[in-house]
């Protein structure tokens, strides 16, 4: 009886876990460590953003999960599988957008499906419903040059949505545009996340930011890039978005948290 | 344009040149310089001619040959410069002394590899042209934005997409090379045909000069002049769309 349900929740918790990521580290070229003895599991379904100063290595942590980067030692798995390069169980969402400047946003957002040689028309409709689903229903014929950097955004979260992933990667997505578009974006992504049932690891220098979307925060100290604390932030998300903002455990957490990284910015 | 506070359009600056074209012209102080109404009555002359005719066709059959040429040749020279640093190591310097390097005194000896004929134009042309189109290509391979890269990779795309990717990305540069390169042609192409003097506008022109028909003479030079112009003219529309596009590259 004992032992199965030692058997059951090991299970469980293999089964939770969807990225693993074991001593993982990176040394780059001028022999800087950007990233040491990292081990992390992140959970199915929730958001973790990885939290830090610039030079703490969260963007490398975050290109080695997705593929672009290779450790100089260690591995990753996701879902149990050990990432040898990019895949179409993750997506990745870029800081600077990286959209097709000659392509339209239809275009641009069924990109992925396109190089998984989707037949037109099908990824033509599933770009289309992501499109609405992020909020661009009526841009689908424009270029990106005609769209503001939020809405360029937006494009690029529909293209990482269309591939139907497991699994979001976004590299500071909301660090290139206003603060306006940027509250907004966040209220949408919590709306979301409760429509696509995914897995999302965002990369944020912005205390708010992290507390705001996260189910957990992976904070990083900087050069080395280490592990330096994990907070679960215990915040309804239910109701209205603007009210989290005014809600004392909101404001409390984002305290704790900067009390714990003033030191390294001083 | 503004002129004592009155808007006058770009053009009016050619009427006054051709004003004054034609006010020194009818000095007849020069036999070198008819006025400018007489260079438009030979217009029609040498437009009707037999001989035009046939050495406008030469002349467009080697310029476009060259320059199709160079285009090939330039783009792809400049998309291995771009993408291999190796092959950017051992080229870029031969291609930057070629850009500068006076061409004309190349075509001697372009002439007596190739003959006193066509090809000798056509590989003038492609001299003239190619080194400026491979330079701007292998630019716009090096401004391609990494991150665009980085996102076709994490899709998943295979070199040929990657490849497609680069190309249209450098694209507002290659275009701007191949506007310069069109231009840079027409130079080779009479440079060219002037120095076999020989074959089609260049002999032409020596026909006319040797025979002091200087209207004519000045005649073929307006109609190579607005044919240069506006193949550029042409091409810088086109480069304006693209560019249009790459708007949101930045």
């Avoid at chain 1, 693993?20 to 001028?30: A, C, D, I, N, Q």
């Avoid at chain 1, 973790?48 to 290109?63: A, D, E, R, V, W």
């Avoid at chain 1, 599933?126 to 040059?145: C, I, M, N, S, T």
């Avoid at chain 2, 189109?133 to 994490?154: C, F, K, N, Q």
């Amino acid at each position: 009886m004992n032992m199965t349900t030692a058997i059951k929740t090991q299970a469980e918790t293999a089964n939770d876990a969807i990225i693993e990521t074991r001593g993982l580290h990176k040394v780059y070229g001028g022999g800087v460590t950007a990233l040491q003895d990292i081990n992390l599991s992140f959970k199915r379904g929730e958001l973790t953003s990885l939290l830090g100063p610039s030079g703490c290595g969260k963007t490398t942590l975050l290109k080695i999960i997705a593929g672009l980067l290779e450790p100089t030692s260690g591995e990753v798995d996701v879902n149990g599988k050990p990432v040898k390069g990019p895949g179409p169980e993750r997506a990745f969402v870029f800081q600077d957008f990286a959209l097709m400047p000659w392509a339209t946003v239809l275009r641009n957002a069924a990109f992925g499906l396109e190089l998984q040689g989707v037949a037109k028309s099908e990824r033509e409709d599933r770009a289309r419903h992501y499109v609405a689903e992020v909020g661009l229903a009526g841009f689908e014929d424009k270029y990106p040059h005609e769209l503001s950097g939020g809405m360029r955004q937006r494009v690029g979260l529909a293209r990482a949505l269309a591939v139907n992933a497991d699994v979001l990667l976004m590299d500071e997505p909301f660090s290139a545009v206003d603060e306006q578009t940027r509250r907004k974006f966040q209220e949408d992504l919590i709306r979301l996340r409760e429509v696509e049932n995914k897995t999302f690891i965002l990369v944020t220098h912005s205390i708010e930011e992290a507390v705001y979307l996260s189910d957990s925060i992976v904070m990083l100290s900087p050069r080395p890039g280490r592990l330096n604390r994990i907070v679960h932030p215990a915040i309804d998300r239910s109701g209205d978005p603007d009210l989290i903002r005014r809600n004392p455990e909101y404001l409390d957490l984002i305290d704790e948290i900067w009390a714990g990284l003033r030191a390294y910015v001083e | 344009m503004e002129f004592y506070g009155f808007k006058v359009p770009k053009a009016a600056a050619l009427l006054f040149w051709a004003a004054l074209w034609e006010i020194v012209g009818q000095f007849e102080l020069l036999l070198l310089f008819p006025p400018l109404s007489e260079v438009l009555l030979a217009l029609p002359d040498v437009l009707t001619t037999a001989s035009f005719a046939e050495a406008a066709t030469l002349t467009v059959t080697a310029y476009l040959g060259g320059l199709a040429l160079a285009v090939v040749i330039g783009i792809g020279l400049g998309m291995l410069m771009g993408l291999v640093k190796a092959a950017d190591n051992l080229l870029n310097m031969w291609v930057n002394i070629f850009l500068s390097a006076p061409l004309s005194a190349l075509v001697p000896v372009i002439m007596i590899i190739f003959g006193m004929g066509m090809p000798t134009v056509v590989v003038t042309v492609f001299m003239f042209a190619v080194w400026i189109i491979a330079l701007d290509t292998r630019a716009g391979v090096l401004h391609v934005s990494p991150s665009l890269m980085e996102m076709s990779t994490s899709f998943g795309a295979s070199r040929l997409e990657r490849f497609k990717i680069i190309l249209l990305s450098a694209m507002p540069e290659i275009l701007a090379g191949v506007r310069l390169g069109v231009i840079r042609g027409v130079k080779g192409v009479v440079i060219g045909q002037l120095l076999v003097s020989i074959i089609g506008v260049g002999a032409l022109f020596s026909l006319y000069s040797q025979n002091f028909l200087m209207a004519h003479f000045w005649a073929l030079i307006l109609i190579l002049f607005a044919f240069a112009l506006s193949l550029a003219e042409v091409i810088a529309r086109l480069e304006h769309r693209i560019e249009y596009y790459a708007g949101a590259r930045a």
